[in-house]
């Protein structure tokens, strides 16, 4: 298949992150099944879904971890929005554009790496070529983290690593990371006409909500290291996202839970803004029954401008100049097993997530045939 009908065909699965990602997953592996490709599942915990890594060329990137890793995710968010003009999980084409739920992120790309991979002889590769394929990207980099923590032979994966969402071909090497905490606070359930049999799990959530500002309200005017790269939101946003507590009017409410995020800046490292959130939440309360957890995570990410394959792709683009991005990737994560990962692939971020998600047709031949020639570069020399 040409990358437009790989596409196509990877749009039909309706791989909504709630959803298992098994029938893509197989597909991809039947698609690629070769005796010269090496292919491996590795389930998440409960065993609905997988992430998918394939290798071709030398088993073994040796000391230096030679090769190139090619990484995307293989679920999308959901497409319930009434404004699509046609079916989200059936490509439609203009002409100028493939239209289709996960066509800018990350479908486009993946259909690139898997033919990219596909169509290559890897008795004539150097040093080996691997696609890294993860699951729920979208609800919090969970595939990522899971092989990341449980992968037994990290060193036996390539050092260089492209993770192609969607950037418009321009070559990322920070952006923000982003973890969820969870605050749950307990009381006691009754009628409300006797509330003194009680007591109210809602009331002290104002006090939180209070100093929780306050604290975003601090961190908008400090100055962290790399905030020159975030000149939109030079600082850790913090976001109360949601809240939910009692049954009705009448009842006196036994819980109330309170979800918020932040976004780290490239350096920053979790602990301190871990215990910062929580002795602000407990300052506030002192003595109420309450529980304070971290409940997803999705590290920023660094890479310094001199690393090969960030120069490799800058110099295949023409860039000079550094560019970032506000939101986490797998990439987070991937850095973490070593490996040097660059944010860079066709599509835009600004339709992803929309309805009438679409990516260019020349955004698509364009990512091939400069990961092609990646591959030239750090497989075949």
Same mark, same amino acid.
């Given at each position: 298949?040409?990358?437009?009908?790989?596409?196509?065909?990877?749009?039909?699965?309706?791989?909504?992150?709630?959803?298992? +990602?098994?029938?893509?997953?197989?597909?991809?592996?039947?698609?690629?099944?070769?005796?010269?490709?090496? &292919?491996?599942?590795?389930?998440?915990?409960?065993?609905?879904?997988?992430?998918? !890594?394939?290798?071709?060329?030398?088993?073994?990137?040796?000391?230096?971890?030679?090769?190139?890793?090619?990484?995307?995710?293989?679920?999308?968010?959901?497409?319930?929005?009434?404004?699509?003009?046609?079916?989200?999980?059936?490509?439609?084409?203009?002409?100028?554009?493939?239209?289709?739920?996960?066509?800018?992120?990350?479908?486009?790309?993946?259909?690139?790496?898997?033919?990219?991979?596909?169509? &290559?002889?890897?008795?004539?590769?150097?040093?080996?070529?691997?696609? !890294?394929?993860?699951?729920?990207?979208?609800?919090?980099?969970?595939?990522?983290?899971?092989?990341?923590?449980?992968?037994?032979?990290?060193?036996?994966?390539?050092?260089?690593?492209? !993770?192609?969402?969607?950037?418009?071909?321009?070559?990322?090497?920070?952006?923000?990371?982003?973890?969820?905490?969870?605050?749950?606070?307990?009381?006691? %359930?009754?009628?409300?006409?006797?509330?003194?049999?009680?007591?109210?799990?809602?009331?002290?959530?104002?006090?939180?909500?209070?100093?929780?500002?306050?604290?975003?309200?601090?961190?908008?005017?400090?100055?962290?290291?790399?905030?020159?790269?975030?000149?939109?939101?030079?600082?850790?946003?913090?976001?109360?996202?949601?809240?939910?507590?009692?049954?009705?009017?009448?009842?006196?409410? +036994?819980?109330?839970?309170?979800?918020?995020?932040?976004?780290?800046?490239? %350096?920053?490292?979790?602990?301190?803004?871990?215990?910062?959130?929580?002795?602000? !939440?407990?300052?506030?309360?002192?003595?109420?029954?309450?529980?304070?957890?971290?409940?997803?995570?999705?590290?920023?990410?660094?890479?310094?401008?001199?690393?090969?394959?960030?120069?490799?792709?800058?110099?295949?683009?023409?860039?000079?100049?550094?560019?970032?991005?506000?939101?986490?990737?797998?990439?987070?994560?991937?850095?973490?097993?070593?490996?040097?990962? &660059?944010?860079?692939?066709?599509?835009?971020?600004?339709?992803?997530?929309?309805? +009438?998600?679409?990516?260019?047709?020349?955004?698509?031949?364009?990512?091939?045939?400069? &990961? +092609?020639?990646?591959?030239?570069?750090?497989?075949?020399?």
């Amino acid at each position: 298949m040409s990358n437009a009908e790989l596409l196509a065909r990877l749009i039909t699965f309706d791989t909504v992150s709630r959803n298992s +990602n098994m029938a893509l997953a197989d597909f991809l592996c039947d698609y690629l099944d070769d005796t010269t490709v090496r &292919i491996e599942k590795h389930l998440s915990p409960d065993g609905s879904k997988t992430n998918l !890594i394939v290798s071709l060329g030398p088993d073994d990137p040796g000391p230096e971890r030679r090769g190139l890793v090619l990484s995307g995710h293989m679920d999308v968010v959901p497409a319930e929005e009434p404004d699509w003009n046609s079916d989200p999980f059936s490509m439609k084409s203009d002409g100028n554009s493939f239209v289709g739920r996960g066509s800018a992120d990350m479908k486009g790309f993946l259909a690139i790496a898997t033919n990219a991979i596909r169509n &290559i002889d890897g008795a004539k590769l150097k040093h080996p070529l691997s696609l !890294i394929f993860t699951y729920d990207e979208e609800v919090g980099t969970v595939g990522a983290m899971h092989f990341a923590k449980e992968w037994p032979h990290p060193e036996a994966l390539p050092k260089a690593a492209v !993770i192609g969402e969607p950037t418009s071909l321009n070559v990322i090497r920070m952006h923000k990371g982003h973890m969820s905490m969870r605050i749950t606070l307990s009381g006691v %359930g009754a009628h409300s006409g006797y509330p003194h049999l009680g007591k109210n799990a809602i009331e002290p959530a104002g006090k939180i909500l209070l100093a929780l500002s306050e604290l975003r309200q601090e961190l908008q005017q400090e100055e962290p290291e790399y905030r020159e790269f975030f000149p939109e939101v030079p600082f850790v946003p913090l976001n109360v996202g949601t809240i939910q507590g009692g049954v009705a009017i009448n009842v006196v409410p +036994n819980a109330c839970v309170i979800q918020l995020g932040f976004r780290l800046l490239p %350096g920053m490292q979790r602990e301190p803004m871990v215990r910062r959130i929580e002795d602000a !939440i407990r300052n506030s309360v002192p003595g109420e029954e309450l529980a304070v957890e971290v409940v997803a995570e999705s590290p920023p990410l660094l890479l310094d401008d001199s690393v090969p394959v960030y120069r490799s792709a800058c110099s295949l683009v023409n860039q000079e100049d550094t560019h970032s991005a506000s939101y986490a990737t797998d990439g987070g994560w991937l850095q973490q097993m070593g490996m040097d990962c &660059i944010i860079w692939g066709p599509g835009s971020i600004e339709v992803a997530h929309k309805p +009438n998600e679409s990516i260019p047709v020349e955004d698509v031949a364009r990512g091939a045939e400069l &990961i +092609n020639q990646m591959i030239e570069k750090h497989c075949r020399v």
